[in-house]
């Protein structure tokens, strides 16, 4: 099974600020998909970006962007102009190309502050 | 609303008392899938329904026992749960198998007390 890692429990940034969250995964596959999700206190997982392993350009969805490294196996989250409803925790998932089911990693729980 | 609707939002249950949780969907969607969030961990894939047929059990204990009785309507029947199945259970839909073409969409869950 394909592993994500998500090395930071906890991070947190200022209003208006940028903040990167890191994403590792491990596989051995070429094709494969990598999402990041948001999951706010109200508990609903709401997807905010993903990206497709085949397209060399990184995914852009208004504020939030990502660093896919392919080679390196990662795959940051980059929330430029963060607004207090931004906090939340975020997941980093994989899926395989040919595949149902999302592989998460641990979660990092963002806090923005005024 | 979110388009699935999971119910209850909070459950407390004894160690033998037997429960359901409910997830329900009205977009459509032909694929349904339980997942389980623990504390500090990933989150699990449980189970897979596709046109109502189980796709998948991922090695879930037989404490928990799915049913779906249609595509609108996902049900998790527990009985005699350990405190260690404490969690937030998830339900999600997809218009299909293969999520990433056709999208998720996930409830917002029922967080489970094992007592």
């Known amino acids: 099974a394909q592993t994500v890692t998500q090395s930071q429990p906890e991070m947190s940034v200022q209003e208006a600020e940028t903040v990167t969250l890191s994403c590792t995964y491990d596989?051995?596959?070429?094709?494969?998909?990598l999402f990041w999700y948001k999951q706010p206190p109200s508990r609903q997982m709401i997807l905010v970006i993903r990206?497709?392993?085949?397209?060399?350009q990184n995914a852009t969805e208004n504020r939030f962007s990502v660093n896919f490294q392919k080679a390196a196996k990662s795959f940051s989250l980059k929330i430029s102009d963060s607004q207090l409803g931004d906090t939340a925790m975020y997941f980093c998932a994989f899926m395989s190309f040919s595949g149902y089911a999302l592989n998460f990693g641990k979660g990092t729980s963002l806090l923005v502050t005024p | 609303e979110t388009g699935v609707t999971q119910t209850p939002r909070h459950l407390v249950m004894g160690m033998t008392n037997k429960k359901s949780l409910k997830c329900e969907q009205h977009?459509?969607?032909?694929?349904m899938y339980w997942y389980k969030q623990s504390a500090k961990k990933p989150l699990e894939l449980m189970f897979v329904?596709?046109?109502?047929?189980?796709?998948e059990n991922n090695s879930v204990p037989s404490r928990f026992s799915p049913e779906c009785p249609n595509s609108s309507h996902l049900f998790l029947h527990l009985h005699t749960l350990q405190p260690e199945d404490s969690a937030l259970y998830l339900c999600a839909s997809s218009q299909g198998l293969g999520p990433e073409r056709y999208g998720y969409t996930f409830g917002s869950g029922t967080r489970l007390t094992v007592v």
């Open positions: 990206q497709e392993a085949y397209k060399q």
């Open positions: 977009l459509g969607h032909n694929a």
């Open positions: 329904y596709n046109f109502k047929e189980q796709t």
């Open positions: 596989t051995s596959e070429n094709n494969y998909y």
